[in-house]
């Protein structure tokens, strides 16, 4: 009697404690999208009030969406008991996905050491020539900066117009543009809209380097003449050359959507591979705005524009790999 009682308690100390099941059954099912959704709240919040830098926050923000949309397309891994080897394909999964998720918009976050850190240039010559030493990169980020023209009867700014000469060994290129005070419809409510100013004093503009050779500034003209002067900041532009982007981005969503077709979990909705669409679209249009400081509203923007046709993609890919591709007989 003694050896099965101590044999039936053996058998009883070898069962997991429940509290660690209950903590571990929360940890799958909702601490995580709880604590990425509280997260985005908390640095945008931050952002608002000034309590946390703006870019900091911004890429807070970022991460903890991507955490989210990567539980809703892992959800089936996570919140399910899987086999430790499926578990393992979907860490894997998750760090690749992550990380090329997240590279394209650190790179516009923090786009490294300035060539060329706010540089004052006038019409009347004064900051020239104006030399950015490119040499290797495949292309530059210019970002310029100004401020509108005081109109000299006392009325609204006047608009002020920009042409620069950049000269290389290819030759000399041309950039012009305009910084002006814009009219803009915004919504009010669910029917109301107002009409309202916005500002635009920046620009970004990515000028290829073929040569891969120092370029120079060599002219600026104003108009009007009496204009302030422009700042102009040079970065080395982070990403690979366009059919890169593309190709890497096809393998992405490949690996994708083999993982949702085709990978440990019977049955997908598809939403890991709808969520790679929408934040690639997301990029897209976060990379090619004209914002020269990104912030939580530029964010918005692109998620807005970006998100949408990126996920309307990811769902006509999602439909045809359900017609292409048929899961093997398990």
């Not at 703006?54 to 996570?78: F, H, K, N, Q, S």
């Not at 120092?214 to 900041?233: F, G, H, R, Y």
Request: charged residues 15%; aromatic residues 6%; hydrophobic residues 50%.
């Amino acid at each position: 009697m003694a050896t099965a009682s101590r044999s039936t308690g053996a058998k009883q100390r070898t069962k997991p404690p429940v509290a660690a099941m209950i903590a571990a059954d929360a940890l799958r099912t909702w601490v995580i999208p709880v604590t990425a959704a509280a997260a985005i709240v908390l640095f945008a919040a931050g952002s608002a009030t000034g309590i946390m830098p703006t870019l900091p926050a911004l890429a807070g923000a970022i991460v903890a969406t991507l955490v989210l949309l990567l539980y809703v397309g892992e959800r089936p891994l996570i919140a399910e008991h899987r086999p430790a080897r499926d578990r393992a394909f979907g860490a894997l999964l998750a760090v690749t996905w992550f990380t090329a998720c997240y590279i394209p918009f650190h790179t516009r976050l923090f786009p490294g050491r300035p060539l060329v850190d706010a540089a004052s240039v006038t019409a009347a010559g004064a900051g020239l020539p104006l030399r950015i030493p490119s040499a290797g990169a495949r292309a530059i980020d210019l970002l310029l900066e100004g401020k509108l023209a005081p109109s000299p009867t006392g009325g609204p700014d006047l608009a002020v117009h920009y042409a620069l000469t950049v000269e290389a060994g290819s030759g000399p290129r041309a950039i012009d543009g305009t910084f002006e005070d814009r009219l803009a419809t915004r919504r009010l409510g669910r029917r109301g809209t107002a009409t309202v100013h916005q500002t635009h004093t920046s620009d970004v503009r990515v000028l290829p380097n073929p040569g891969r050779e120092d370029m120079t500034i060599t002219k600026v003209v104003l108009e009007p003449a009496t204009s302030q002067p422009v700042t102009i900041s040079a970065f080395a532009h982070p990403l690979p050359a366009p059919w890169i982007l593309g190709v890497a981005t096809a393998v992405l969503l490949a690996v994708v959507v083999a993982f949702d077709r085709l990978g440990p979990v019977p049955e997908t909705d598809g939403a890991l591979t709808l969520a790679t669409a929408a934040v690639v679209g997301t990029a897209v249009i976060f990379w090619t705005s004209n914002a020269v400081h990104p912030d939580f509203a530029a964010l918005i923007g692109s998620v807005i524009f970006g998100g949408p046709l990126g996920f309307a993609v990811g769902a006509l890919v999602w439909w045809m790999a359900k017609r292409l591709i048929v899961r093997p007989a398990r």
